[in-house]
């Protein structure tokens, strides 16, 4: 019984998760949680480092509930930081 428990926490975390990528190397997260909390309430942010200096920061963005973390996909997949 516990362990279906701890399945189904796992499922629902993996879609409360976005992979975010492409953003400047200098956002913090501070940028992120501006830009993402427009849509919705942040459990997490666990930004990935990279080693490289010629690519963009990576992270995961972690949403309370999966609708939230599909409307902020739905909203900023695409946007443009440059033009914000």
Known sequence: MIL???QRFKNSKKKCNLFVKNFPANYKEED???LFSKHGEI???KI???HDTQT???AFVCFKQPDMAALARS???GFNLESK
Do not use: K
């Open 4 to 6: 279906r428990e701890q």
């Open 56 to 58: 963009s920061t990576r």
């Open 43 to 45: 459990e997490s942010i």
């Open 75 to 77: 909203y900023l997949h």
């Open 32 to 34: 992120l949680r501006n």
């Open 48 to 50: 990935i480092a990279s």
